[in-house]
């Protein structure tokens, strides 16, 4: 296994694209807003993607957010290596942060995040009768679906004054625009206040714009799909990750659910959130075949590749003989350039949903505190 390389994102299929900047003229004046509010807030609830644990963090306000009361909520833990996910406690408690990890669409996850958060506030509870909790966080880690899973357990455990008003979840990051407060709670009443979400002026290199891409916290047409997979499989490809799929190897996927040959191709949209229709049996056949046949590809790529992993450009010839595998393994019949957008598109869709295995992506800080 080679260890990871910090040239990734510099790598040469890279240099062409440009400089990531992504922060929009909306975010601009929301983050003068919410810096204003900061000052206000009793506590601080940091959203984070688990699978970018720094890299998800909005660095423009961690002077303030130092300040406050605060729990760094790691965000869609269910798409993260639990595995590695205890590093990054044990990291974060060594830097003296609080840090939770979560899934903003669990009751009972989010139910232990609000535990923390009224432990941290009983102090204050004492002695102010109106408290306010302010969730911030780049876009696109869950700070809308966590808002709604709030209200939902506070509807049924507290006395509230009046209706509670859903925030809009959207599959794109920056939807929500407006600071809204929400009272959750009453004697004393809590607010929660929303936020859009915040991305720096200027990502600090491409390597942290493109994990930020990868996790959806930037807009896809932004970057392009095609150069945010390059980075995916030179990460995969560099960690010997499809090597752990060596099992797939000489297995037939035809021979697993043969009923499904004369099936119509399922859409991969279906994955995405926001789609409230379940998939059937044979949709679901279909993901997994679909998944075991990348994995497989993959696998067998790296394994008959003789080049150096640690050379740029063999990595680079690497990538594209994948590509076209993964063009015949997906069975997509365009010309190369619209064949590779397609695969790219499919294959970000199933890295998002988790289809691929739970990843994460940044790596644990080598520090003498956290190394004990």
Not at 111 to 117: E, F, M, N, S
Request: proline residues 6%; charged residues 25%; contains cysteine.
């Amino acid at each position: 296994m080679v260890k990871m390389k910090g040239w990734l994102g510099q790598m040469g299929f890279n240099k062409n694209g440009g400089n990531i900047s992504w922060f929009p003229g909306h975010m601009d004046a929301a983050n003068r807003a919410i810096r204003r509010r900061l000052k206000l807030s009793d506590f601080v609830i940091e959203v984070r993607d688990a699978r970018i644990p720094l890299s998800s963090a909005n660095e423009n306000l961690q002077s303030m957010l130092c300040e406050k009361r605060r729990v760094i909520a790691l965000n869609k833990k269910d798409l993260a290596n639990p595995n590695i996910m205890h590093r990054w406690i044990r990291y974060f408690n060594s830097c003296k942060q609080e840090c939770f990890p979560i899934n903003a669409h669990s009751r009972s996850s989010v139910q232990k995040l609000l535990d923390i958060v009224e432990f941290k506030l009983k102090e204050v509870i004492t002695r102010e009768p109106t408290l306010l909790v302010m969730v911030v966080g780049v876009p696109n880690v869950g700070k809308s679906a966590l808002i709604n899973s709030i209200h939902q357990i506070a509807s049924s455990r507290f006395p509230v004054q009046e209706k509670m008003k859903r925030a809009t979840v959207g599959p794109l990051p920056g939807v929500t625009q407006d600071i809204v407060g929400y009272k959750i709670a009453h004697q004393p009443s809590i607010y929660v206040l929303d936020t859009p979400g915040v991305l720096v002026p200027s990502i600090p290199d491409i390597e942290t714009g493109l994990k930020l891409a990868l996790a959806g916290s930037i807009k896809d047409s932004v970057v392009g799909e095609d150069r945010i997979v390059q980075y995916l499989l030179a990460v995969l490809n560099t960690r010997g990750t499809p090597l752990h799929w060596r099992h797939l190897i000489g297995r037939e996927t035809e021979g697993l659910h043969h009923e499904l040959d004369d099936k119509p191709e399922y859409n991969l949209k279906d994955l995405l959130p926001k789609r409230r229709k379940p998939p059937n049996k044979f949709d679901i056949y279909y993901i997994e075949d679909m998944v075991s046949e990348v994995q497989r590809t993959l696998c067998t790529t790296l394994s008959e590749f003789n080049g150096n992993l640690e050379d740029e450009g063999e990595l680079e010839i690497l990538i594209d003989q994948q590509f076209e595998a993964l063009q015949t393994a997906l069975k997509i019949p365009y010309k190369a350039s619209e064949g590779r957008m397609m695969v790219s598109k499919k294959f970000l869709t199933l890295f998002r949903t988790g289809k691929l295995g739970p990843f994460i992506l940044d790596d644990v800080p080598d520090t003498s505190d956290s190394a004990s």
